[in-house]
């Protein structure tokens, strides 16, 4: 190990009373079987994706995972696809009552709306997962996100019927905003480990933006911080948060991990070119066309969802350009390329044609 860090491809194995007894291989489970189907959402059915489409997501994951944290990544996709109908229902259906799933959150949630048996069997469908890396990898703990807590557990009960085996399970607290809302493609406020889907400048606007609320639950969740570094930096952060030290540390923490030194500094350099109001080349650009009035080019660029709401910022003094605040909505832009702030977080360049 590297100062206490656990090495890639690993987990520790720590009895009841803290000791290490040793470190073992570990797998990241993709669901290539399972993301075609879906599982429950709290309102209402995902919608199908292809199989082209989802084999391109796993390529992709699974080489970011390899090459990022060197797991060995397993799709049960692989011992899913040949089980035909009636030995699902015989070998694996028949372990699963119907009171056992219908108490599970995720379906008792759906019950008033409807629920399609489709989604009805993904519990079991996820199930069998822990009983295969059981078998052919060793596997006896599995580990996810809390909302995964009925998906994992019922594994346990499969392995625990079918072969008198105990498994285990661990869950973690799900990462949330301010306001509850957990971060993921699904609420369209995901941070992409790919640096050409989000750039290390994008994700160091990302981190350094997060809520104060917030900051040193994030730094304990995701940093590779020891707890007496994340304590110091708190005891920093609480009697400064203007300076927004937690939030700077997570961003470094994070990127340095992902993309390395020289992209964190590169991300650096850039915030601070921008915040001093300089244009550069590294920073998110929007080309349009058409009008040049300054409420057609905050709706038509997408900053925000309508006149109204770009009137109201205007006028209200949150939105400059260049180092202009522009407080009338009758403005007209001159210049082919320039930097639009919308409030203290989002710049851009906008580029006109």
Not at 49 to 73: A, P, T
Request: charge should be negative; glycine fraction near 8%.
């Amino acid at each position: 190990m590297d100062n206490g860090r656990i090495p890639n491809n690993s987990y520790v194995k720590v009895t009841l009373n803290g000791e290490i007894t040793h470190v073992t291989d570990s797998f990241l489970l993709v669901g290539g079987a399972t993301g075609l189907i879906g599982d429950p959402k709290p309102n209402s059915e995902r919608p199908l994706i292809s199989k082209e489409l989802l084999n391109q997501y796993y390529d992709k994951l699974r080489k970011q995972v390899e090459d990022i944290f060197g797991f060995e990544v397993v799709n049960n996709y692989d011992w899913s696809k040949d089980i035909n109908f009636i030995d699902y229902l015989r070998d694996y259906g028949k372990y699963f009552s119907l009171n056992y799933m219908l108490d599970k959150e995720t379906v008792k949630s759906r019950l008033e709306t409807g629920i399609t048996y489709t989604e009805f069997s993904y519990m079991i469908m996820q199930s069998l997962d822990f009983l295969w890396l059981y078998n052919n990898k060793g596997c006896i703990l599995q580990i996810g996100g809390q909302d995964q807590w009925g998906n994992i557990t019922s594994g346990i009960e499969l392995a625990r019927k079918k072969q008198g085996v105990e498994l285990y399970a661990f869950t973690m607290p799900l990462i949330l905003d301010v306001n509850g809302n957990k971060f993921g493609k699904s609420e369209g406020n995901a941070v992409w480990l790919n640096k050409n889907l989000t750039t290390p400048y994008e994700m160091y606007q990302f981190f350094i933006n997060q809520d104060d609320r917030m900051i040193i639950q994030y730094l304990k969740m995701l940093s590779f911080l020891t707890p007496e570094e994340i304590m110091n930096i708190e005891n920093k952060h609480l009697a400064n948060p203007e300076a927004r030290i937690a939030q700077k540390a997570l961003a470094k923490d994070i990127i340095t991990f992902l993309h390395g030194e020289e992209e964190y500094q590169k991300a650096l350099e850039i915030s601070e070119k921008i915040f001093k109001g300089e244009v550069t080349d590294e920073m998110p650009t929007i080309t349009l066309e058409g009008s040049r009035n300054i409420l057609d080019i905050l709706v038509n660029s997408g900053l925000v969802p309508s006149k109204s709401e770009a009137r109201r910022l205007v006028e209200q003094g949150g939105i400059t350009i260049n180092s202009e605040k522009i407080i009338d909505p009758t403005y007209e832009v001159s210049e082919n390329e320039f930097v639009i702030r919308k409030g203290k977080k989002s710049i851009n360049k906008i580029i006109l044609k």
